[in-house]
């Protein structure tokens, strides 16, 4: 189901739907930006924004159900060698043969069982998102908040698919500001039965998901997750 017919509040950035993201174009299977998830998780979610809302702070997603063939094309470029547009930005200290090996990316992946999303805290009364043009000076995702890109969610550490050590939830290279950051985040999330992937701080699992032998692949764009 659409998250915004259970929780409207909750904003969104499907990085997918668009070009900024690793691969710097649109993935295969997005063909609306829309977060869809299964019933279940979605509630879940909106559970987790009003406490989110209670202390001054929005939920923001920025991926959710992805169907096997976004899996797909992330596999083929990975077999592309010379693309690397955006390594500046979300790869910045791997190499691109090692984003698989390390686990920055996964095929298949629990996304595409419709229970799991990416997301972080904006405040709520903050400013608006910088727009992203495509060809715009890239600045890596390890930088410090106010020099990397200006998502404007609170200091995490790094920025979205950040693909390096630093995104780990638990790095103790991160300031107290991230850390305590990425604590909150966590404490609200499990607090719903959500579970952290711990190489990445935004990547989150509902636990008891319904389908959890289950990969679709239909597209991003009408609801067909219950």
Request: aromatic share 12%; glycine share 8%; proline share 9%.
């Amino acid at each position: 189901m659409d998250l915004a017919t259970v929780d409207p509040t909750i904003r969104t950035d499907i990085r997918y739907a668009g070009p900024h993201n690793f691969v710097g174009r649109p993935v295969d299977g997005y063909a609306e930006p829309r977060c869809l998830l299964t019933r279940p998780a979605a509630q879940a979610l909106h559970r987790v924004q009003t406490a989110a809302l209670a202390g001054g702070h929005s939920l923001k997603v920025y991926d959710c159900y992805r169907p096997q063939r976004a899996a797909d094309d992330f596999v083929a470029w990975a077999k592309l060698p010379g693309e690397q547009r955006m390594k500046r930005e979300f790869y910045p200290g791997v190499p691109k043969d090692r984003l698989f090996a390390d686990g920055y990316i996964g095929a298949p992946t629990a996304h595409s069982r419709g229970s799991t999303v990416d997301l972080t805290l904006v405040p709520v009364s903050g400013p608006p998102q910088a727009a992203y043009t495509p060809g715009q000076a890239l600045v890596p995702c390890t930088e410090p908040a106010g020099r990397r890109f200006a998502d404007d969610s609170i200091d995490m550490g790094t920025g979205f698919d950040c693909f390096d050590p630093r995104a780990h939830t638990a790095d103790a290279r991160i300031s107290d500001t991230a850390r305590s950051n990425r604590d909150l985040l966590r404490r609200l999330m499990s607090a719903q039965g959500f579970e952290n992937y711990p190489l990445e701080w935004w990547h989150y699992r509902y636990v008891d998901e319904p389908y959890p032998d289950t990969w679709f692949d239909f597209p991003v764009a009408g609801s067909s997750l219950r």
